[in-house]
């Protein structure tokens, strides 16, 4: 590779070259500035892009301002670009108030809808995915808008950026990807990452286009991605961009540099995308000395009265109702009555009908899921969808969870909402990571919530083994920013299913595969809705209060159908989080015993949670301790004598008589 840069206007205007390279000029003065900053201790952390500012700039600018771009961390010239004022940045870099994030984030991690930027989790792979929704939406508007996702050249040995591409390539979505291939991941060089020759050899396993730009060319990138991202506004697809570049200084300023060869250093010294850019423009007498003090002056000026406007803001100072109440986007429950109108369905059908109404209420609404569209997915809920809603709305997708669910965020970013179907409950750990660090932390981070419905079908009782019987919830109960949903009967499951996608918020909504089929219910027929976060009270008594959920509430009802003397208050939870904790201590305060029943293993379950709940605000009112009943502590077995060995169904009798006894 040459180290000289052969910059060809074409036809672009001495205007556009000169906007160019002040569009360059402002990100490395503004890391000059943040590299003495950081040295005072007046910023603590900070990610160099220097020579990578022709990437940035070039891309922006190519874009049109109401089109999405997804920036990392080295990417300032992005923000600049879309001309976010100076001190908001400098504010956000120093945790303050009038930053994007409040003080909860750090450096480029936040977006901003305002200027149609989405920032970067640490985690790096999902902001790929959650650009394919943000095409996606655009593709389903028909709007002709594209976006752009950056990523490095590391972040492609992650499974993100496998299942994003593919996914990509399969729907035809809008969506360029940026590769912005600097040398190194950390200290680990490329040829410790991956043996191809090219990242963007690797579109071809796609069926994609691709293309090798020199990142260190502004001109080159500028033109090549307009040219592209004009074909692709008229003729939707994905394309993998890859940037040839460098990183001259460390993956954070304090990891420095001395893994790197120093005749690298030099030979890409020699590229500098700004110092040659301003050779060529003086060459070509479309920038003048005085010109080039004057610019720099400019910005300096800036720099500096944007700077005195951060320093002058306050600290941010910490607000505990704010802070937890910026967990969730403001939703004000409107209830909408069931129904006189009945008719005896079962609990699979109630959640059919459910997401049929509420397809028909929003017409936007996406679902997607493995096998959800024509084959109406394995459990039939969405049989007959596509005749009616079309498979635009109605999607397939890959075996990709984690792209998925990223990209459910990417709609509701672009303003759609969307339920995704776990085939089964099992399956969402492989999209664990954009569920519990996207969709849950995303509000409190910087005000954009995620307006997604994650339908989880589990538990045991059906012979399935280990990785098809899971009742996960307690892995997401405990992780503040979700909402979790676990309904016992039908006409709960129908009106909490709809209340869920109405709710702006993300939201796990659990139903159990042993009671699809055999449980029926008196269900309303039309379009209502049920609150989350209200437990019911379905039975009433004084001796002792039963809490449990899902099938749990029937292995209780069947135990006091048994023993018809017992009088005992019985919770049917309904939802998990939030937590309806006045009805439980309602009830205990009452009844001074309890026992939670969760189908779940006992070790970290929320019956722990509440059992602490309750011992820590109704232990005066305790007549007995506060039993647990749940699962043995092994993965679910196949065998049907071993899986009722392991429900923890058959130990429920035994413990309630003993307690009533106590």
Known sequence: MSAKIDFIKNSIQNKTLLKLYKEMLKPRLIEEKMLILLRQGKISKWFSGIGQEAISVGVTHALEKDEYILPMHRNLGVFTTRDIPLHRLFSQWQGKMNGFTKGRDRSFHFGTQAYNIVGMISHLGPQLGVADGIALANLL????????????????????????????????????????????????????????????????????????????NILEVYTKVDEIAKSVRKNPRPILLEFKTFRMRGHEEASGTKYVPQADLDFWGAKDPLENYQEFLIKEKILTEKLEVSLKEEILHEINEHLQIAFQEQKVTPNLESELNDMYKNHQFTAIKPSKETKNIRFVDAISEGLYQSMEKYPDLVIMGQDVADYGGVFKITDGFVSKFGKERVRNTPICESAIVSASYGLSVNGVKSVVEMQFADFVSSGFNPIVNLLAKSHYRWQQNADVVIRMPCGAGIGAGPFHSQTNEAWFTKTPGL??????????????????????????????????????????????????????????????????????IHWVLEVLEKHATISADVIDLRTLQPLDVETIYASIKKTGKGIIVQEDSAFGGIASDISALITENCFEFLDGPIKRVASLET???????????????????????????Y
């Open 141 to 216: 508007k028909k709007n002709n808008k594209i976006c752009a996702v950056f990523t490095g050249e590391g972040a492609t040995s992650e499974g993100d950026f496998h299942e994003a591409l593919n996914v990509a390539a399969v729907w035809s979505l809008p969506v360029l990807f940026c590769v912005e291939n600097n040398g190194y991941g950390l200290s680990t060089p490329t040829k410790e990452q991956f043996l191809c020759k090219n990242i963007a050899d690797k579109g071809i396993g796609y069926g994609m286009e691709s293309h090798i730009i020199d990142g260190n």
């Open 483 to 552: 909402k979790v949903v676990y309904p016992a009967f039908p006409q709960d499951a129908k009106g909490l299913l709809i209340e869920a996608i109405n709710d702006p918020n993300p939201v796990l909504f659990f139903e159990h595969k042993a009671l699809y089929r055999t449980v029926y219910n008196d269900v309303s027929e039309n379009y209502y809705t049920t609150e989350i976060g209200k437990a019911a009270l379905l039975k009433e008594g004084t001796q002792i209060t039963l809490i449990s959920y899902g099938a749990g």
């Open 635 to 661: 993965p679910i077995p196949f065998d049907k004598e071993l899986e009722n060995q392991y429900l923890g169904k058959n130990r429920l009798e035994k413990t309630l008589l003993e307690l009533l006894a």
